[in-house]
């Protein structure tokens, strides 16, 4: 079994969320959710108009668009991998989403995820990721990848495939507050 991004995110939003829906398969219907299909539908179209553009302000020398990459433990699929100038690459992830001024953990983690991947597949390093807020006028920000981030993401997959493969009941998260507005609230022993 491979994992996703969205494996690790859910993990990291709380355990429990992997045991739910990948050992008792009790669904989430995210299908359901407008911002997920919105959010579908630009990526589609921001693919679509961006075949050639390159940014060279950030030392683009290369794109691929649309890359699907796996390894032993993880598959995704990245809007951009993006070949600069100084020889390393970088994920861009467009987000149907308005800039808050910060940068998201759930964002950070599925960047570190890529950036795993472009590794594994293309033999180059990541130092940094790029996040485009398509609410927000196509803001872009940049997001810094330390080899520790890559390193948290592999430890974070170990763990979610533990969950599965063992059908280990975890401990809930900490953050009680999150427990509120979960899918899996009326079945999760709090």
């Known amino acids: 079994m491979t994992l996703t991004p969205s494996h690790l995110i859910e993990y990291l939003y709380c355990p429990r969320f992997t045991y739910f829906e990948y050992v008792l398969r009790v669904p989430q219907y995210e299908a359901d959710n407008y911002q997920v299909m919105r ?4 990526h589609d179209d921001r693919l679509e108009q961006n075949k050639n553009y390159l940014r060279r302000r950030l030392g683009v020398v290369d794109k691929q668009l649309d890359q699907y990459l796996t390894n032993d433990l993880l598959r995704g699929r990245v809007d951009e991998v993006l070949k600069l100038a100084d020889g390393t690459w970088a994920p861009l992830d467009y987000k149907f989403a308005e800039w808050k001024d910060t940068v998201y953990e759930t964002y950070r983690t599925q960047l570190y995820c890529y950036a795993w991947l472009i590794e594994d597949n293309l033999g180059g390093e990541v130092k940094r990721g790029f996040i485009v807020y398509t609410r927000s006028r196509n803001k872009m920000v940049e997001v810094p990848v330390a080899r520790a981030n890559i390193d948290d993401v592999k430890r974070v997959a170990a763990a979610v495939l533990d969950i599965i493969s063992r059908n280990v009941y975890p401990k809930a ?12 609230r009326k079945i999760c022993t709090q």
């Open 173 to 184: 998260t900490r953050y009680k507050s999150r427990c509120v507005t979960c899918t899996y």
């Open 39 to 42: 959010g579908r539908a630009l």
